[in-house]
């Protein structure tokens, strides 16, 4: 099945400070979903993006489907950006498979 | 209103024990999903019903039962409950099966 990889594992930054989530997978998608799980465990969909880019406020994401991989970033870190954020791909209509996720915890 | 909506929120039973969790969504949605969250965080889908047709089941027990009334609602049965059984659960809904998924607060169950 296919494969899905995220890094760093674990992020930690102070608040303000901008950084970028990579995701990449081992075949080609028709789906790609970035989201985020708050502290508190909640999971809040960000980004459904199989290609391109797109923008929402200081998140914004990129997925170069022929390189499989995909990009977040997170401009002007807060503390409540602090969570796992995870990437999931479907491929041929089946299920999302997620990845590990990757933990960020931003201080003040 | 909220979205996707998960009952009850948290969970405890003994083992052997029968249980169910509901799930229910307001967005007018045809697909959704139960997802099983481990204790290392790691999400996997459990089952997806489609116009309340199964289309997804995965490698999972068959002590695990899930029934979809109608196109709003979907719940899980878990029969004879173990210990690993243990985990978070969340259901989640789309408009089509490639479309973004919204998820629910999650049912904390703790096996004892």
């Known amino acids: 099945g296919i494969q899905v990889e995220q890094s760093p594992p674990d992020l930690i930054l102070q608040e303000g400070a901008n950084s970028t989530l990579r995701c990449n997978f081992s075949d080609s998608v028709n789906n790609l979903q970035w989201f985020h799980q708050n502290p508190w465990g909640q999971l809040i969909n960000l980004f459904y993006?199989?290609?391109g880019t797109k923008q929402n406020g200081r998140l914004s994401a990129t997925t170069v489907a022929t390189e499989r991989y995909s990009l977040l970033y997170i401009s002007s870190s807060q503390t409540t950006d602090s969570g796992v954020y995870f990437c999931?791909?479907?491929?041929?209509?089946?299920?999302?498979?997620f990845g590990k996720g990757t933990t960020l915890s931003v201080s003040s | 209103d909220t979205a996707v909506s998960q009952t009850p929120k948290y969970l405890v039973t003994q083992m052997g024990n029968d249980k169910s969790i509901k799930c229910e969504q307001n967005l007018g949605h045809d697909t959704m999903y139960w997802y099983k969250q481990d204790s290392k965080k790691f999400l996997k889908i459990m089952f997806s019903?489609?116009?309340?047709?199964?289309?997804i089941n995965e490698t999972v027990p068959n002590r695990f039962s899930p029934k979809s009334p109608d196109k709003a609602h979907l719940n899980l049965h878990i029969n004879s409950l173990e210990l690993g059984d243990s985990a978070v659960y969340f259901c989640?809904?789309?408009?089509?099966?490639?479309?973004?998924?919204?998820f629910g607060p999650g049912t904390r169950l703790t096996v004892t």
């Open positions: 999931a791909v479907e491929r041929g209509g089946t299920a999302l498979i």
């Open positions: 993006i199989p290609s």
């Open positions: 019903y489609n116009n309340k047709e199964l289309i």
């Open positions: 989640a809904s789309s408009q089509g099966r490639l479309q973004e998924q919204y």
